[in-house]
């Protein structure tokens, strides 16, 4: 027989054994993981929480078995429209649209500025060894969007029926098969620089076409359609998709000019924190760290005004230059597959309300970035990024010399007094919501982590109005994270999907 059960053991004991003994069994043919975490509140006993496929000719008592969720499939119709879809951006949004819609023989155009990933990591690469910046092909923009360097993380608090299809796509097109399973799942930054090429060769094998260089910059209104203009041609549609990535600054202030409507919406500015990834994980894992992969870890508070979380961690990772403009700073972090770096860090971030910067154009979200960014870029003239220790900062003190923790950033760090950058509000809330922090996780507001600044880019300040996906132009669709409808890898690709179905006349 087989059974779907759930089940938990203490990490360090071997599964088959304890099984066997558990049940009373003399022999177990097969055992497959269908779900994997880490109960890790009592460090005295911290504990995986399997759900299990086991064949045994052995029973299994009634009260440990469990019914195996039922995953969703997508249905590919023909594609029963005349024109091509256009899609712009090929980050994940774009990429799993042009996908459904390949698969739908709907042949989409994608209009890309950025470089494909090989020719991207060396402009990358580029930036981070000699500052040379290139405004449209850089960490920001290009083949996979800004999901392409990062952690590949694809957890997600969305509860949608074609999640395991992401993961499914992912894992066909080569990332590594432990996604499927874990419930914190990572591709790395490494795997996924091979995975979202295989999956645009796979769109053009069934008759996409991707431009790289393509930079979208202006529409005409046709009686019937779009003339899209692009600086690799013009091309007709009825279905502009917008994957907009969320630094698409000049394409939003086209489409506000353009009077499609936006909004401002909230978002979240701050830092990154990096400690030793040892001390994560003996914090989070105490003895049994020896046994598991590196720790990562979520926290989020309340204060009177405005919430503080951590977002985007990465264990074993790297704080990165994420800028797409002349002198500003942006970081953003990165881990490969393996998570093998002596630093964890994450993004230490604060809420914006659009009362603290909206005054009356939509898009005063990206002036108040801006104005941070440049700020932070005149600390010290230069790429070098301000930063600080942790104890000079919660002691309103200035560093003077790097101690236990490394920074990982590549072009450097400039002991700064956050203050000449930030609001007031958010250097009071980063010094709360540290403190707190440090009560869950031992040693957050370790004297010698370093807080990297600025983190800006955690999402998009404005939001493209929609209805059933659609603009207030009837050919335009927003999707995704730029377009203020998704926040990640995972839920814009979902987005991207959606969007596709509801087009195609389905339910959601």
């Not at 796509?169 to 590594?176: L, R, S, T």
């Not at 264990?315 to 964890?344: C, H, L, W």
């Not at 659609?470 to 999907?497: C, F, H, K």
Request: glycine residues 8%; hydrophobic residues 35%; positive net charge.
């Amino acid at each position: 027989m087989r059974y779907i059960i759930e089940y938990k053991i203490e990490v360090g004991k071997d599964l088959v054994k304890s099984l066997k003994a558990k049940f009373n069994l003399d022999d177990i043919e097969d055992v497959k993981i269908l779900r994997e975490s880490i109960d890790a509140r009592d460090k005295s006993k911290v504990l995986y929480n399997y759900l299990l496929s086991l064949k045994t000719k052995g029973k299994i008592p009634s009260k440990y078995l469990k019914t195996e969720k039922k995953i969703e499939k997508l249905n590919y119709v023909k594609w029963p429209y005349e024109d091509r879809p256009v899609i712009v951006g090929l980050g994940p949004a774009g990429l799993f649209a042009a996908l459904y819609l390949a698969r739908c023989n709907a042949c989409p155009i994608i209009l890309e500025r950025g470089e494909e990933v090989s020719k991207r990591k060396i402009k990358v690469d580029n930036f981070f060894k000699n500052k040379v910046l290139d405004l449209n092909s850089n960490i920001v923009f290009g083949e996979g969007g800004a999901g392409t360097f990062s952690d590949g993380k694809l957890q997600t608090n969305a509860h949608s029926p074609y999640i395991r299809f992401v993961l499914e796509e992912f894992v066909k097109h080569g990332a590594d098969p432990s996604i499927l399973v874990s419930n914190y799942p990572h591709v790395g930054t490494d795997i996924l620089a091979k995975v979202i090429p295989n999956i645009r060769q796979e769109i053009v094998k069934l008759g996409g076409e991707v431009y790289f260089d393509a930079l979208f910059y202006d529409y005409d209104e046709l009686k019937d359609g779009l003339l899209v203009k692009s600086t690799k041609g013009d091309f007709y549609t009825k279905h502009l998709i917008l994957a907009l990535g969320h630094s698409a600054k000049d394409t939003f202030k086209l489409l506000y000019n353009k009077k499609i409507v936006l909004e401002p919406k909230p978002f979240a500015i701050g830092v990154r924190i990096e400690h030793l990834q040892k001390d994560i994980n003996d914090s989070q894992y105490g003895k049994y760290a020896k046994y598991l992969s590196p720790a990562n870890y979520k926290l989020v508070c309340h204060l009177k005004e405005r919430s503080v979380f951590t977002f985007c961690m990465c264990p074993g990772g790297y704080v990165v230059a994420s800028q797409n403009e002349y002198e500003t700073i942006v970081t953003n972090g990165m881990s490969n597959f393996k998570r093998d770096g002596q630093n964890a860090n994450s993004a230490l971030l604060v809420e914006i309300k659009p009362e603290d910067y909206f005054n009356g154009n939509p898009l005063d979200g990206f002036s108040f970035l801006e104005s941070i960014e440049k700020k932070a870029y005149n600390i010290s003239g230069d790429y070098k990024a301000p930063a600080n220790l942790v104890g000079s900062f919660l002691k309103d003190e200035i560093a003077t010399k790097i101690k236990t923790v490394k920074p990982t950033y590549p072009h450097g760090i400039y002991f700064s007094d956050f203050k000449d950058i930030f609001p007031e509000y958010v250097i009071k809330a980063l010094k709360e919501a540290i403190i707190q922090f440090d009560l869950r996780l031992q040693g957050f507001a370790d004297e010698d982590a370093i807080i990297t600044g600025v983190e800006t880019r955690s999402s998009s300040p404005v939001r493209i109005k929609r209805d059933n996906y659609q603009a207030s132009n009837r050919y335009i669709y927003p999707i995704g994270e730029g377009s203020g409808y998704a926040g990640g890898i995972t839920t814009s690709a979902l987005d991207g999907i959606k969007c596709v179905i509801s087009i195609l006349g389905g339910k959601l």
